[in-house]
């Protein structure tokens, strides 16, 4: 995921480059089980300041099962919408002062955000970062939506007869006046008045 984008610094402020993606993301965060490459296109801008990254990308990612913790493949897709500033000047090698960017000092102190010496602009690091972002927050197994995963109800019945065993989907199950904790019984006290209003 490195272009070469010193033919583009040279040309004026609009020029593109488009470029489609099929890459393998081999190495690119230890902790992340990539399943498939990354695929997508991503578009390259010439702006006053740099290089603008722009794209639609997609990779398969293996993650946890949210009920059951079996793995499972999760789809993800994202945008990315980044600018990249260059360290040197294209036509002079010469090495470029904070105060000649456009745009705050504070921008330069990401280092995935600049374009390196020899004119290459990495974004394998922006795009770890995406693929973080774009994971589903709680993954399951059951595709159809909220209720009982599959995987953890075939586990259950492995384990010992399953009309002894109580599943519980996303709606909340019964409580026992017992089981209560007395600290909260002025509480279900207000929740029984609701009930009989």
Known sequence: MQFNVAQLLKELTGATRRYELAEPLGGLD???????????????????????????????????????LEPIAAAIRFDLAE?????????????????????SEDELDDAALLIDERHILDLSEVVRQAVWLALPMYPGCNWEGAGTCPNLS????????????????????????????????????????DDSA
């Open 30 to 68: 230890e902790e992340l089980k990539l399943l498939g490459p990354l695929v997508g296109n991503v578009q390259l801008l010439r702006t006053n300041s740099g290089v603008l990254v722009t794209g639609e990308l997609s990779t398969v990612v293996q993650v946890a099962c949210n009920r059951c």
């Open 83 to 103: 600018s990249f500033r260059p360290l040197t000047e294209v036509y002079t090698g010469r090495y470029l002062r904070p105060d000649e960017f456009e745009g």
């Open 154 to 193: 075939r586990r259950m019945a492995e384990l010992g007869n399953l009309a002894d065993i109580e599943l519980y989907t996303d709606e909340e199950g019964p409580h026992q006046e017992d089981e209560i904790d007395p600290r909260w019984a002025a509480l279900l006290k207000l929740r029984s008045n």
